[in-house]
């Protein structure tokens, strides 16, 4: 009996011990199999990039989809002193690329976790970025716009189908595509203006939005006007408009929810305040 245990402790003793060694023998490989796509390393020059576009600073969080080996969720915070996490469904890829921040100085301000990319909670994140598939882009699409708006994101060499990105660049012959995640401004809004050579008023604005492309009117008693230079880019708006006396009016502010608020400038030189409520 005492032999037959003995063996069976030997037998899981060089199981571990062989386990333990696979680890740290674990090399990653172009085309590694992963839970929805193959392992392709993101070049440097193409991370560099990215990271830049995003205009990363250190008061960011950049969350990584698909951290593979890390270097996305490193260069984040040892090149622009950014906090960050990588998501890597692969147990094996996030204990090599957790050796990979450890090597790179920077265990305290970039981790990679163990998650699949659909169930992570990743609605904190002031950058993100991805190296994917164009349908699993579109399968998070619905995730991303629902982020806060003004957080940037970053995509190598797919894009979001009709999200059409705000810049993209390509870098040695390799594509980045850039989109800040929009404010939600479609619908009715009472518009209140005070200042700018004339009484306090009040009117209505429609705005139709398709992303972060607007187009709307403004209700001038009997006359709809369309709005002119209309502009969403994350939080920030503007539009203009030619108000009944034939002064232009153009309109610069922020977003927040249902309410948005800013300052507007005439034609003429006059400035003023003006805020909206959604209806």
């Known amino acids: ?8 402790v030997a037998v899981v003793l060089l199981a571990t011990a062989g386990l333990a060694s696979a680890q740290q023998d674990f090399k990653p490989y172009v085309g590694q199999q992963g839970k929805d796509v193959v392992w392709v390393p993101t070049p440097d020059e193409v991370v560099d990039r990215m990271l830049t576009m995003a205009q990363t600073k250190p008061e960011d969080f950049v969350v990584d989809l698909g951290a593979g080996d890390g270097k996305i969720a490193i260069a984040a915070a040892k090149k622009f002193g ?13 204990a ?19 998650g ?12 993100l970025t991805m ?20 957080t940037r994101v970053v995509t190598h060499a797919f894009n979001m189908e009709d999200w059409e990105p705000d810049e993209s660049s390509d870098v040695d012959g390799r594509r980045v595509y850039f989109w800040v995640v929009p404010a939600n401004v479609a619908g009715r809004w009472t518009l209140e203006v005070s200042g700018g050579g004339s009484s306090a008023e009040k009117l209505s604005l429609n705005f139709e939005q398709k992303f972060q492309r607007i187009e709307g009117v403004a209700y001038l008693g009997p006359v709809l006007a369309g709005l002119r230079e209309p502009r969403l880019s994350g939080f920030r708006i503007g539009f ?20 948005m608020e800013g300052t507007f400038r005439t034609d003429g030189g006059q400035e003023g305040r003006w805020s909206a409520a959604k209806k």
């Not at 009996?1 to 069976?8: C, F, I, K, N």
């Not at 050796?99 to 981790?111: E, F, I, L, S, T």
């Not at 699949?116 to 950058?127: E, K, L, N, W, Y």
């Open 1 to 8: 009996m005492h032999r037959v245990l003995a063996s069976v």
């Open 82 to 94: 950014a906090k960050s996490m990588g998501v890597e469904y692969n147990p094996d890829m996030v």
């Open 96 to 114: 090599f690329a957790q050796k990979n921040a450890q090597a790179a100085g920077v265990v305290g301000k970039a981790q990679i976790v163990h």
């Open 116 to 127: 699949d990319i659909f169930a992570t909670d990743f609605t904190q994140a002031t950058v």
């Open 131 to 150: 190296y994917l598939l164009p349908s699993l882009n579109i399968r998070l699409r619905p995730q991303i716009l629902a982020l806060r708006p003004g």
């Open 240 to 259: 203009a408009y030619v108000d009944p006396r034939g002064v232009r009016r153009d309109f610069t502010g922020r977003v927040t929810g249902s309410s």
